[in-house]
């Protein structure tokens, strides 16, 4: 039984500005100038965004790989 004002399950979202698709990628990246190597950030992207988030993470040499979502935990990536 679901409480009315327990908090529910939240399926994460694109990253992109006012996207509230889906995610459907992991785009995994680091900048250099303020995080060490083995440091790892996240965006995730729905099918729509995933390439305009990876051209503005990859131009900045900050995109490290773009994973699917499905079965991506932050272990794996």
């Known amino acids: 039984m679901l409480l ?3 908090p529910q399950p939240q399926t994460p979202i ?15 990246w680091n ?9 790892r950030k996240t965006w995730l992207a729905c099918d729509e965004h995933r390439e305009h988030l990876s051209q503005f993470l ?3 040499g900050f995109l ?8 991506w935990t932050p272990e794996t990536g």
């Open 64 to 71: 490290k790989e773009v994973l699917p979502f499905a079965g």
């Open 31 to 39: 900048n250099p100038k303020l995080h060490t190597p083995d440091r």
């Open 4 to 6: 009315p004002d327990a």
């Open 14 to 28: 694109c990253s992109a500005k006012g996207c509230r698709a889906d995610a459907v990628w992991v785009l995994v």
């Open 58 to 60: 990859g131009v900045r």
